[in-house]
């Protein structure tokens, strides 16, 4: 039977948790797939673990030197035999319905390229949760998402994540598939791209397990990160070079300057006011962060030891 789906998982020194994730694909209700793994130079038993599955015929084990997680990927599109691909990381699992629900996304939104599922979470040893219950939708909402970037601005989780996700391998290609020089978020800055050309269909019901304590998290890597490699940093070059359609310019805008100004709050809190001007100044004042941007930058020139106080004050009036 000719595949309808390719499933694609990069692989990178994850011997603990990958057949987690091959058995969760192998769990599938939908049966009518391909699953390519992408050993990405791993120096752990990781391949030996995928290799002892690879007699089934819907397993592809493809070898390369290691080149980062976008690499992987993208070398997985270009494997890929079906026009859909299925995205799924080696530390995270599907539930039994996650292709029968990307499906059926596809056919009832059949102007869509990117269908997406929430997701669940699983911390440490705490129970499952599922972080998009009470958010933006509500729960089993479905639909197409009208701007991706507002979403991202509003909600406090991602509607969906790299395990959680299919999209069409011509709207991948179209966009270049993932830029393999961005270190952090390339997931999510290969949806933003996406979303400014290509619709994407969405369900509030989560089909997929995200495992956060799973090592080499890069979201529990953010304060170590260099300034070059910020959240959306990207987003700056791609208004200037006039990718962003018009309409998404405010939005991208908003979203390049939100984790510099976090960051740049940061910054004052410790003195480092040098650092926090810096931030801000290579920030846009959008209508929506003008008041935050004007006070964050006005702070930079008042000495430490005031600022610390006018904190202080704040914190008592709040109380």
């Known amino acids: 039977m000719y595949p309808i789906v390719s499933i694609v998982i990069p692989l990178f020194n994850k011997e603990s948790t990958i057949l987690r994730a091959v058995n969760s694909v192998f769990a ?71 292709l029968d629900a990307v499906l059926k996304l ?109 090592e080499n998290r890069s979201s529990m890597l953010y304060e170590s990160i260099p300034e070059e490699y910020y959240p959306y940093i990207q987003l700056k070059n791609y208004i200037q070079e006039g990718e962003v359609p018009p309409k998404f310019i405010p939005y991208a805008k908003t979203l390049f300057s939100k984790p510099r100004i976090d960051r740049a709050k940061k910054y004052l809190k410790k003195s480092e006011r040098e650092q926090a001007r810096k931030l801000i100044q290579s920030s846009f004042i959008t209508y929506k962060n003008f008041p935050i941007y004007i006070l964050i930058y006005l702070c930079t020139y008042i000495p430490s030891n005031i600022y610390r106080h006018l904190l202080k004050i704040k914190d008592f009036l709040i109380k």
């Open 28 to 98: 599938q209700t939908n049966k009518n797939f391909e699953l390519i793994i992408v050993n990405d130079g791993s120096t752990d038993n990781s391949a030996n673990l995928v290799k002892s599955l690879s007699k089934d015929s819907k397993i592809r084990l493809i070898n390369q030197i290691n080149a980062g997680e976008g690499a992987a990927r993208n070398r997985g599109i270009r494997e890929a035999k079906t026009d859909l691909i299925a995205f799924l990381d080696a530390d995270d699992e599907w539930l039994p319905g996650f």
């Open 106 to 214: 596809r056919e009832k939104f059949p102007a869509c390229e990117v269908f997406g599922t929430s997701f669940y979470i699983s911390e440490d040893s705490a129970p499952l949760y599922h972080p998009l219950a009470f958010t933006l939708y509500k729960e089993d909402w479905e639909g197409i998402i009208p701007n991706y970037l507002d979403v991202i601005l509003k909600g406090k989780h991602y509607p969906f994540n790299a395990s959680s996700i299919a999209v069409s391998k011509s709207a991948l290609e179209r966009v270049g598939g993932f830029h393999e020089g961005v270190r952090y978020g390339c997931d999510v800055d290969t949806w933003i791209r996406l979303s400014f050309h290509s619709k994407i269909a969405f369900i509030n019901k989560p089909y997929s397990i995200y495992h956060y304590e799973s």
